[in-house]
């Protein structure tokens, strides 16, 4: 069984940023601040992806948490499996439909171990060939993500995003310095992983 790391949450109120963690913990901060009278509108952003979680803050801090464990999104809760089909469930193999030519059904099936095996070997090694380039360009779409929904009106934005695509780190770090220091903090954290030691 594959334990997947806890993921990890942030929220804001306007520019200000109010806490970070497991989402339980994230809400529950949220939910205090939301009902002292906090004015900045309110967002929950996931760390990894940077997309907005919904969360239902009627109720008591109970009926969060309940609703939140009935999504598989508080501590000790796995996230509810969906129906296995074909295949070797216990090694985690599922069937898929593939859609190929004629002639690349045939020279898979040639090959040693047959099609499922050599297309099981065709992507791992092309995983591991574009796993930076992927990891990268999964970093900037995050990146891009949290700016546009939280830096979209500020000065920079527009040079900032096209330094970011343009792999123009030093650029990147100008146009946001004078962004307000919980979110620039932030999108500085996101761009660890969308940039990398080839960018300037």
């Given at each position: 069984?594959t334990?997947?790391?806890?993921?990890?949450?942030?929220a804001?109120?306007?520019?200000r940023?109010?806490?970070?963690?497991?989402?339980?913990?994230?809400a529950?901060?949220t939910?205090?601040?939301?009902?002292?009278?906090?004015?900045?509108?309110?967002l929950?952003?996931?760390?990894?992806?940077?997309?907005?979680?919904?969360?239902?803050f009627?109720?008591?801090?109970?009926?969060?948490?309940?609703?939140?464990?009935?999504?598989?999104?508080?501590?000790?809760t796995?996230?509810?499996s969906?129906p296995?089909g074909?295949g070797?469930?216990?090694?985690?193999?599922?069937?898929?439909?593939?859609?190929?030519?004629?002639?690349?059904?045939?020279?898979?099936?040639?090959?040693?171990?047959?099609?499922?095996?050599?297309?099981?070997?065709?992507?791992?090694?092309?995983r591991?060939?574009?796993?930076?380039?992927?990891?990268?360009?999964e970093?900037?779409?995050?990146?891009?993500?949290?700016?546009?929904?939280?830096?979209?009106?500020?000065?920079?934005?527009?040079?900032?995003?096209?330094c970011?695509?343009?792999?123009?780190?030093?650029?990147?770090?100008?146009?946001?310095?004078?962004?307000?220091?919980?979110?620039?903090?932030?999108?500085?954290?996101?761009?660890l992983?969308?940039?990398?030691?080839?960018?300037?």
């Amino acid at each position: 069984m594959t334990i997947e790391k806890p993921r990890h949450y942030t929220a804001f109120a306007g520019p200000r940023r109010i806490v970070s963690g497991p989402l339980a913990d994230v809400a529950l901060k949220t939910k205090d601040v939301i009902e002292s009278g906090e004015k900045d509108p309110v967002l929950i952003l996931d760390d990894e992806s940077s997309h907005v979680v919904e969360v239902d803050f009627r109720g008591s801090a109970e009926d969060v948490l309940q609703r939140l464990k009935s999504r598989g999104e508080t501590p000790g809760t796995p996230a509810p499996s969906s129906p296995r089909g074909p295949g070797r469930p216990k090694l985690g193999v599922v069937a898929r439909e593939v859609t190929l030519l004629p002639r690349h059904w045939d020279w898979l099936n040639a090959q040693p171990g047959g099609a499922s095996v050599a297309l099981r070997k065709l992507v791992e090694e092309a995983r591991r060939a574009n796993e930076a380039k992927d990891q990268k360009r999964e970093g900037q779409e995050s990146l891009y993500r949290f700016m546009s929904t939280m830096a979209g009106n500020l000065p920079g934005f527009e040079e900032a995003s096209r330094c970011l695509f343009a792999g123009n780190k030093a650029g990147f770090l100008t146009e946001t310095r004078a962004w307000p220091d919980d979110l620039r903090n932030h999108a500085e954290t996101l761009a660890l992983c969308a940039f990398d030691e080839s960018d300037r």
